[in-house]
């Protein structure tokens, strides 16, 4: 007779597929937040047009870092199929999350057998964070998670912990040239689909390798890797790859929160750092401890420095922390460190799911929650699809700087200037300014006139009275008006 499962074994594997079933039903929902217009917008444009998409946000012919090979995928999927955009959307998402849950899996099975461990892991990727909540594109908590899971960051980062896995058993096995050749495919795709989770990949791939000791035979076949690494996004037709290493000045600004409340976003996380002490204490080449100590020295250098847009690395300091808490529950030498281990960490990933609790109102319906779990649901934002049975594909809509700017473009129009800092677009600056100007409180009506000619505005935004030359046509939430541009 079958010996019945531990409940050491059941416990995070049922909490890892509660957390998963919860973000299948996120996915359903789609809560909108942050950069979901840019994606939708970028899969509008290649719907249209695969070879020459032009500026995802505004009327303009130039090339864009978000036309990714993943975003290439969606479009031609939206294009074939005749899909809303938003429906492309949730199938990438589904894509990302299984490619994340089964990364994860593969990589920690490189790192320990103890069947428990990889939903241990997942657990600690998503709870072990700290008590501020933090919301941000390639930061994989689970509130932050559930507003970017259809981003391409996601997928990048899902790759990346299989380019993790994939390259630890090559550089051990001794892998012949076909397999490197792949490998450096995997590693170009990754950076061309999301620059910092690539950065984060490359630190992660760098300390696997470190940490095998190679031999002389795998540096030739890692040399030819990198080589097809490199070679494929300068290759790739859609954007300069390498000219996004000059378009740090503009980023800076905007990656400056990243510095902000640390302890309070992160304390949980040094559990981890200790166990990653005790790793590092046991082998000065553990991967983990590598794969930390580098990307440590990445986001500090950040900081000191004043180049805040580093601060996009953290994740590598923070996985090999989470995963390292995790192993060391499964691994620690006493029964007796195990339990404690375990406590302690249980503790942790509970104050955590609390923290982010909040994510449960995506799927259940906020006035159904308890009252303290409704308290730490934010509503996500208004989309503008009230709008589009006047605005057509291609309309050029005058809207404010901000959330307007970001959202109107996921529905096919453009916006005058970009809700996004565009590094390839040459006239970003004379486009915002155009925009502060038309809706400066002194600018006359003439001059409005000419700033709507000069662009081609067919509509315009807003949520004050009609001005000379507009007609209402609709109203929206939030007191937003739409006008049309009499001619």
């Given at each position: 007779?079958?010996?019945?499962?531990?409940?050491?074994?059941?416990?995070?594997?049922?909490?890892?597929?509660?957390?998963?079933?919860?973000?299948?039903?996120?996915?359903?929902?789609?809560?909108?937040?942050?950069?979901l217009?840019?994606?939708?917008?970028?899969?509008?444009?290649?719907?249209?047009?695969?070879?020459?998409?032009?500026?995802?946000?505004?009327?303009?012919?130039?090339p864009?870092?978000?036309?990714?090979?993943?975003?290439?995928?969606?479009g031609?999927?939206?294009?074939v199929?005749?899909?809303?955009?938003?429906v492309?959307?949730?199938?990438?998402?589904?894509?990302?999350?299984g490619?994340?849950?089964?990364?994860?899996?593969?990589?920690?099975?490189?790192?320990?057998g103890?069947?428990?461990?990889?939903?241990?892991?997942?657990?600690?990727?998503?709870?072990?964070?700290?008590?501020?909540?933090?919301?941000?594109s390639?930061?994989?908590?689970?509130?932050?998670?559930?507003?970017?899971?259809s981003?391409?960051?996601?997928?990048?980062?899902?790759?990346?912990?299989?380019?993790w896995?994939?390259?630890?058993?090559?550089?051990?096995?001794?892998?012949?040239?076909?397999?490197?050749?792949?490998?450096?495919?995997?590693?170009?795709?990754?950076?061309?689909?999301h620059?910092?989770?690539?950065?984060?990949?490359?630190?992660?791939?760098?300390?696997?390798?470190?940490?095998?000791?190679?031999?002389r035979?795998v540096?030739l076949?890692?040399g030819?890797?990198l080589?097809?690494?490199?070679?494929?996004?300068?290759?790739?037709?859609?954007?300069d790859?390498?000219?996004?290493?000059?378009a740090?000045?503009?980023?800076?600004?905007v990656?400056?929160?990243?510095?902000?409340?640390?302890?309070g976003?992160?304390?949980?996380?040094?559990?981890?750092?200790?166990a990653?002490?005790?790793?590092?204490?046991?082998?000065?080449?553990?991967?983990?401890?590598?794969?930390?100590?580098?990307?440590?020295?990445v986001?500090?250098?950040?900081?000191?420095?004043?180049?805040?847009?580093?601060?996009?690395a953290?994740?590598a300091a923070?996985?090999p922390?989470q995963?390292?808490?995790?192993?060391?529950?499964?691994?620690?030498?006493?029964?007796?460190?195990?339990m404690?281990?375990?406590c302690v960490?249980?503790?942790a990933?509970?104050?955590?799911?609390?923290?982010?609790?909040?994510?449960?109102?995506?799927?259940?319906?906020?006035g159904?929650?308890?009252?303290?779990?409704?308290e730490?649901y934010?509503?996500?934002?208004?989309?503008?699809?009230?709008?589009?049975?006047?605005?057509?594909?291609g309309?050029?809509?005058?809207a404010?700087?901000?959330?307007?700017?970001?959202?109107?473009p996921?529905?096919g129009?453009?916006?005058?200037?970009?809700?996004?800092?565009?590094?390839?677009l040459?006239?970003e600056?004379?486009?915002?300014?155009a925009v502060?100007?038309?809706?400066?409180?002194?600018?006359?009506?003439?001059?409005?006139?000419e700033?709507?000619r000069?662009?081609?505005?067919?509509?315009?935004v807003?949520?004050?009275?009609?001005?000379?030359?507009?007609?209402?046509?609709?109203?929206?939430?939030?007191?937003?008006?739409?006008?049309?541009?009499?001619?």
């Open positions: 007779m079958r010996a019945a499962p531990r409940p050491a074994l059941v416990a995070p594997q049922a909490a890892a597929a509660v957390v998963v079933l919860l973000l299948l039903l996120v996915i359903v929902r789609l809560p909108w937040a942050g950069d217009g840019m994606h939708a917008a970028t899969i509008q444009r290649l719907r249209q047009d695969l070879l020459d998409p032009g500026n995802p946000l505004v009327d303009a012919d130039t864009s870092p978000y036309y990714s090979p993943w975003m290439l995928v969606l031609c999927v939206a294009r199929s005749g899909l809303s955009v938003f492309v959307l949730r199938l990438g998402a589904l894509a990302g999350l490619l994340l849950v089964t990364g994860v899996w593969r990589y920690v099975r490189t790192l320990t103890h069947r428990a461990a990889p939903a241990t892991a997942l657990l600690s990727l998503l709870f072990l964070w700290g008590t501020a909540p933090f919301k941000w390639g930061f994989y908590g689970l509130d932050s998670l559930a507003l970017t899971v981003y391409p960051s996601l997928f990048a980062l899902g790759l990346a912990f299989h380019l896995a994939w390259l630890g058993r090559a550089v051990r096995s001794g892998a012949g040239w076909g397999v490197w050749i792949g490998l450096g495919a995997l590693w170009a795709v990754i950076l061309l689909c620059q910092f989770s690539g950065v984060v990949a490359t630190l992660g791939a760098v300390a696997t390798v470190v940490a095998a000791r190679p031999g035979g540096w076949r890692l030819g890797g080589v097809v690494g490199l070679a494929v996004p300068a290759l790739w037709p859609y954007y790859f390498f000219a996004l290493f000059g740090g000045d503009g980023l800076e600004a990656h400056r929160p990243l510095y902000e409340d640390l302890l976003r992160y304390w949980l996380v040094l559990l981890g750092v200790v990653l002490g005790l790793r590092g204490w046991r082998d000065r080449r553990d991967p983990l401890w590598l794969f930390f100590v580098l990307g440590v020295v986001v500090t250098a950040g900081g000191v420095s004043g180049h805040y847009s580093w601060g996009r953290l994740p923070l996985i922390a995963i390292a808490a995790a192993l060391e529950v499964c691994e620690a030498g006493r029964r007796g460190m195990r404690g281990w375990a960490l249980g503790a990933l509970a104050l955590g799911a609390w923290t982010q609790v909040g994510t449960v109102g995506y799927v259940v319906e906020p159904d929650l308890p009252e303290a779990v409704a730490k934010r509503r996500p934002w208004a989309g503008y699809h009230w709008m589009t049975r006047w605005v057509k594909y309309d050029v809509v005058m404010r700087e901000g959330r307007p700017a970001r959202q109107i996921a529905y129009a453009y916006t005058v200037a970009p809700g996004y800092p565009d590094f390839f040459p006239d600056g004379r486009r915002e300014g502060r100007k038309y809706f400066a409180a002194g600018t006359s009506g003439e001059e409005r006139g700033i709507l000069e662009y081609g505005v067919r509509w315009v807003d949520t004050r009275g009609e001005g000379v030359g507009l007609r209402e046509v609709a109203r929206g939430p939030e007191g937003q008006v739409l006008y049309a541009v009499v001619r």
